[in-house]
């Protein structure tokens, strides 16, 4: 299957397109590149970007009375915190939809990159 229709179809899904980092990560990954594949962690994007939280909380309102510790990873809750908390995993709060506990995986992401927290090019 043409690469393509899977990013035209992701593309209508997107609250937040981007041409150039949609279609760019999609021929990355069909393998036109020539480059590796990067694997994406997404709970260090969303840690790095969005360290309040305010990003998360707009979109998962249901996530709005969260501590900022559990915020971007609320399946590390304790049951406890769960019910202090009103948020249930594995279970979405709002009628009809779930809310699943995420994969499992045996990948380990570092909570850095490999430049030594030199970015930027510096």
Known sequence: IDWRYGADHFESLLLDYDVCSNWGNWAAAAGLT?????????????KDY????????????????????????????SMADQ?????????????????????????QYSDGGKGGGKGGGK
Do not use: C
Request: proline share 12%; hydrophobic share 35%; no cysteine.
């Open 83 to 107: 019910e202090r908390y009103g948020v249930k995993v594995g279970a979405f709060n709002v009628p009809g939809v779930d809310y699943p506990m995420p994969p499992k995986s045996n990948f």
């Open 50 to 77: 969005d360290p309040d939280g305010a990003y998360v909380r707009h979109w998962m309102p249901e996530l709005t009375d969260l501590p900022t510790q559990f915020v971007h990873e609320p399946w590390k809750m």
């Open 34 to 46: 020539g480059g590796r594949v990067n694997r994406f962690n997404i709970v260090k994007q969303s």
